[in-house]
């Protein structure tokens, strides 16, 4: 059995590490170029694999050199394809992403392809029904809906990764159990002004279990429908934090299979994605259990 199970965007990126953001119309010589995959749920997916909880990934790729390269790097990580549709005569969603080593920061431009859109099958809803946990993160919406929907009549907790203010998601956040979004979400969706305010209108708007609210470099807070408690982002020298938030959402559904608490789990993710900006590749930087354990402790919490 699989116990956590992703339907979203799957990406492959090319990294371009730069010294900084070039200016309009110069010329600037790179310091690496690499081939990543990507995507938000993608990508959580396979830090679900490497923290040692088994996972898979649902959705549609093109039979081209894309498609390979991502349906391998899902091997290659541990995460079970079986429940991909390989079809030919498609696009596959892609993206340019630079690093800057000054900022470190990222910018990413990308092109969605023309994949048709994924359709639920009977393999695949056994996959969700048998599941702990189903991550989407907006992408692929019609299914995600009918994959929460059966998720919820079959027991499985379903986690939203909710990084884009998409058309229609308001169809989706009602099945959802964790409710895990970026501060410009919340506060874009409920016009707050802050996000303690974001977080408890999310909670009585959808009656999640729960309502993360991640704040990049100042951590984060969480609200389970009796207080706000804020958790710390960890000491990482970034090198890369492109794919971090994505990291933080697989950490999340990962620790909620090793049985920890709301807050325990906001901790565990904080360190994942701290340690896996430290490297380049959102997906190969992603730490062990055993690693990010000994990290938590010497940073003073224990799991």
């Given at each position: ?210 309502v993360v609210i991640t704040m990049g470099k100042d951590g984060g807070i969480l609200y389970d429908g009796e207080r706000i408690t804020s958790y710390p982002i960890y000491p990482a020298e ?66």
């Amino acid at each position: 059995m699989i116990r956590v199970v992703g339907i979203g965007a799957c990406v492959m990126d090319t990294l371009i590490t730069v010294p900084s953001f070039p200016t309009e119309d110069t010329k600037m010589r790179a310091e690496s170029t690499k081939l990543a995959g990507g995507g938000p749920t993608a990508t959580g997916i396979v830090a679900v694999s490497k923290l040692g909880i088994s996972s898979g990934f649902i959705g549609v790729l093109s039979k081209d050199s894309a498609g390979d390269f991502l349906r391998s790097d899902f091997e290659k990580y541990g995460v079970d394809t079986g429940n991909i549709d390989i079809i030919d005569g498609y696009r596959a969603f892609t993206s340019c992403i630079w690093l800057s080593k000054e900022s470190t920061s990222r910018t990413c431009v990308f092109d969605k392809g023309n994949l048709p859109a994924l359709t639920l099958d009977e393999a695949k809803k056994k996959a969700i029904a048998e599941a702990d946990i189903l991550m989407v993160d907006g992408n692929e919406l019609s299914a995600a809906i009918e994959a929460a929907k059966y998720a919820k009549e079959h027991g499985t907790k379903v986690l939203y990764d909710a990084g884009g203010l998409y058309p229609g998601i308001e169809g989706l956040l009602p099945y959802v159990d964790i409710l895990i979004p970026s501060k410009e979400y919340a506060l874009g969706h409920t016009k707050c002004e802050n996000v303690e305010e974001a977080a408890k209108k999310l909670f009585e708007m959808y009656n999640p279990e729960v309502v993360v609210i991640t704040m990049g470099k100042d951590g984060g807070i969480l609200y389970d429908g009796e207080r706000i408690t804020s958790y710390p982002i960890y000491p990482a020298e970034v090198v890369d934090s492109n794919g971090a938030g994505d990291v933080f959402h697989g950490a999340f559904a990962a620790g909620l299979c090793y049985g920890f608490d709301f807050l325990k789990c906001c901790h565990f993710s904080s360190a994942v994605s701290a340690m896996k900006c430290m490297s380049v590749g959102a997906r190969e930087s992603v730490p062990s259990y055993e690693a990010v354990k000994e990290y938590l402790k010497n940073n003073g919490f224990e799991i």
